[in-house]
């Protein structure tokens, strides 16, 4: 896809969300099942069925995934799409290269060791390896546009109230 392919794909849905404001709000959901054995979660992506678990430093067995290591492959994710999108929609000359997302844990915290320690991560760092002959300002702005259109850097950057709800129902002979 080029720039103009690009422009032409969301000049519709710009046009529609500025007249529209309410038509470019979207829920996005993910559903977890707690109905397996032991301490897991599966997780219906779309694509697959993801069965997360405790990680090894809290006790897992390493065989499920980490929903610390998925937060942040979902950044690298967004990360690497947006800055796809931004440098077709500038012309940035991009051979390839990598996205690579990496967070440090406490997990006294997590494990209730220490009160001080905070749970969840304390520091994010997200990187790219590009391949381009592109001059320093022009990966300066992919950088800045990138920054500021990726979903989930934002929503990590600036989080968002979070609303919890427990629901409960009596089950049968259970």
Same mark, same amino acid.
């Given at each position: 896809?080029?720039?103009?392919?690009?422009?032409?794909?969301?000049a519709?849905?710009?046009?529609?969300?500025?007249?529209?404001?309410?038509?470019?709000?979207?829920?996005?959901?993910?559903?977890?099942?707690?109905?397996?054995?032991?301490? +897991? #979660?599966?997780?219906? *992506?779309? $694509? /697959?069925?993801?069965? &997360?678990?405790?990680?090894?430093?809290? %006790? =897992?067995?390493?065989?499920?995934?980490?929903?610390?290591?998925?937060?942040?492959?979902a950044?690298? +994710? #967004?990360?690497?799409? *947006?800055? $796809? /999108?931004?440098?077709? &929609?500038?012309?940035?000359?991009?051979? %390839? =290269?990598?996205?690579?997302?990496?967070?440090?844990?406490?997990?006294?915290g997590?494990?209730?060791?220490?009160?001080?320690?905070?749970?969840?991560?304390?520091?994010?760092r997200?990187?790219?390896?590009?391949n381009?002959?592109?001059?320093?300002?022009?990966?300066?702005?992919?950088?800045?546009?990138?920054?500021?259109?990726?979903?989930?850097?934002?929503?990590?950057?600036?989080?968002?109230?979070?609303?919890?709800?427990?629901?409960?129902?009596?089950?049968?002979?259970?």
């Open positions: 896809m080029n720039a103009e392919d690009l422009r032409a794909r969301q519709p849905l710009k046009a529609r969300y500025g007249d529209d404001p309410g038509a470019a709000v979207v829920t996005l959901k993910a559903q977890g099942s707690l109905d397996g054995e032991g301490i +897991a #979660c599966r997780v219906e *992506t779309g $694509r /697959a069925l993801i069965e &997360a678990g405790l990680h090894p430093a809290t %006790g =897992g067995s390493g065989i499920q995934a980490c929903s610390g290591d998925m937060l942040l492959e950044l690298a +994710a #967004c990360a690497g799409v *947006t800055l $796809r /999108a931004v440098a077709t &929609a500038i012309d940035f000359k991009l051979k %390839g =290269g990598t996205v690579r997302a990496e967070g440090d844990l406490d997990f006294r997590t494990l209730g060791v220490s009160k001080e320690a905070p749970v969840g991560f304390r520091h994010i997200l990187a790219f390896d590009l381009t002959e592109e001059p320093e300002d022009r990966v300066a702005l992919l950088k800045k546009l990138t920054e500021r259109y990726c979903v989930v850097l934002q929503t990590i950057a600036k989080a968002p109230p979070v609303d919890t709800v427990i629901g409960t129902r009596v089950v049968a002979g259970g």
